[in-house]
């Protein structure tokens, strides 16, 4: 079965540091996509990256970086110079083949999250 | 990007009423899901679904139904609200985002929710 572990489930920060969220992930599909989004108080989930697997290249947006390490099995999240806007639950998943779809669909297997409140 | 509506946003209702949760998506993508979100913030998936009438149980079991007669519209209903279905409700959609039936490359865009109170 696939797992995604999301070990921190609070962070609080000052604002300005940097913060680092950790996403490890356990699959046996050779092929898969690694997803992070955010949930602001507000409630809606919002996209914010997808990573396949045979892309280890890291990317960076804006303040927001993301580290993935297959070696590891990890996909770490980053934000730098946090901002108080940052405040939010964020979630890692991971796609996997839906029963019985032959591997033509896929849903998402979601971490617990973790909650980052940025103070000022 | 998707743009997908739910409505009501905040639902309170006495138990045993029927509620039905809308979900509207206009881009016109094939796959709508339904998750379950209680107030640890996990996520669960209650339902699916891969096109016009195709409805799955997704991993929690739900006492819920959903249909699927049109492409954008998703809604799922409740036929006697109790105490224990006092969640927030996330819909989202999705298309398959690359060539070939192997591709994963699904990206789920989520409305804003529906956050349900049954007293």
């Known amino acids: 079965a696939q797992k995604v572990t999301q070990a921190q489930t609070e962070i609080s920060v000052v604002e300005k540091e940097d913060v680092t969220l950790d996403c490890v992930y356990e699959?046996?599909?050779?092929?898969?996509?690694l997803f992070w989004y955010k949930q602001p108080p507000s409630g809606e989930l919002v996209f914010l990256i997808r990573?396949?697997?045979?892309?280890?290249q890291n990317e960076i947006s804006g303040r927001y970086s993301w580290n993935f390490q297959k070696s590891t099995s990890s996909f770490n999240f980053t934000i730098t110079a946090s901002q108080v806007v940052d405040s939010a639950v964020y979630f890692c998943?991971?796609?996997?083949?839906?029963?019985?779809?032959?591997?033509?669909?896929?849903?998402?297997?979601f971490g617990k999250g973790t909650l980052l409140t940025v103070n000022p | 990007e998707a743009d997908i509506y739910q409505t009501p946003r905040y639902l309170v209702i006495g138990t045993g009423k029927k509620i039905t949760l809308e979900c509207s998506q206009t881009?016109?993508?094939?796959?709508m899901y339904w998750y379950q979100q209680d107030p640890g913030m996990e996520l669960h998936l209650i339902h699916y679904s891969y096109g016009v009438n195709s409805t799955e149980k997704g991993d929690l079991s739900s006492e819920s139904t959903v249909s699927r007669i049109r492409t954008e519209h998703f809604p799922l209903t409740l036929e006697s609200a109790r105490p224990s279905h006092t969640s927030q409700y996330l819909c989202a959609s999705s298309e398959r985002g690359g060539s070939g039936s192997m591709d994963p490359q699904e990206t789920q865009y989520f409305g804003p929710g529906t956050r349900l109170l049954v007293l």
């Open positions: 881009m016109g993508h094939d796959k």
């Open positions: 998943a991971l796609s996997e083949a839906a029963p019985n779809s032959g591997g033509s669909n896929y849903k998402l297997t």
């Open positions: 699959t046996r599909d050779t092929t898969y996509y």
């Open positions: 990573r396949n697997s045979f892309d280890e």
